[in-house]
């Protein structure tokens, strides 16, 4: 491991259809002391034949050690590494299936949604869609979220609760926002009382946007 980049000598773990013969691409982004393994169990949920699955793994289970709002070099090396990482499992479902951006799904779920969307704001493109499972952009309270470039229609869907004990809601309507302005086909679902996790309502919608990207 190194100490500049903690996340760098992690695997990213493949599943669903061999990438010579996908016809999309999930790359799926862990919480929290979870696993990449775990995400590509997930993945059943919603997995259609032509899916290949990429799924990075964090250093410990964790993307970054403090709060996603905590001041941001509290997290760092970790969040910079993280970022890195990320890159590197997209860069491997790119060359391994040769699928454009239009065929490539984001699905993070908690630190993972709050990594995937920081990530995907800095790298804008028109992908085949944005999944944020209670999460947010990482940055401390106050952030300016203003991102050059545009994401050309690309679906983001985020879902929160009300009473998530983890992402504020506030923070979920300005991830949404600066997607907005970045010209992102958006859909906000804030559920009541329903804490921090996956809800049914997101695994549907996660079911008819992979099977909308595929052929």
């Known amino acids: 491991m190194s100490a500049a980049d903690p996340h760098a000598d992690q695997p990213i773990l493949t599943g669903g259809t061999e990438p010579e013969d ?22 059943d949920e919603f997995h259609d034949d032509g ?41 491997q479902a790119r060359e391994t299936t040769g699928l454009d951006d239009e065929k490539i799904i984001f699905v993070g779920f908690s630190q993972g949604a709050c990594l995937a969307s920081s990530y995907v704001a800095q790298h804008p493109s028109r992908y085949g869609g944005v999944v944020l499972l209670s999460g947010g952009f990482v940055g401390p309270e106050g952030a300016a979220f203003d991102f050059e470039g545009s994401m050309a229609g690309t679906p983001v869907f985020l879902g929160v609760s009300d009473d998530d004990p983890h992402v504020p809601q506030s923070r979920a309507e300005e991830t949404i926002a600066a997607f907005d302005r970045m010209d992102a086909d958006t859909r906000f679902d804030l559920y009541e009382g329903r804490g921090h996790g996956i809800f049914p309502e997101e695994i549907e919608y996660l079911r008819t946007l992979v099977a909308s990207v595929l052929p």
């Open 22 to 43: 996908a016809e999309a691409v999930v790359v799926l982004v862990h919480g929290r002391g979870a696993t990449a393994r775990g995400m590509l169990a997930f993945a």
């Open 51 to 91: 899916v290949h699955y990429v799924a990075p793994q964090a250093q410990r289970g964790t993307w970054y050690p403090n709060s996603f709002m905590a001041p941001t070099e509290s997290n760092q090396p970790h969040y910079q590494s993280a970022l890195l990482h990320l890159n590197r499992a997209v860069e």
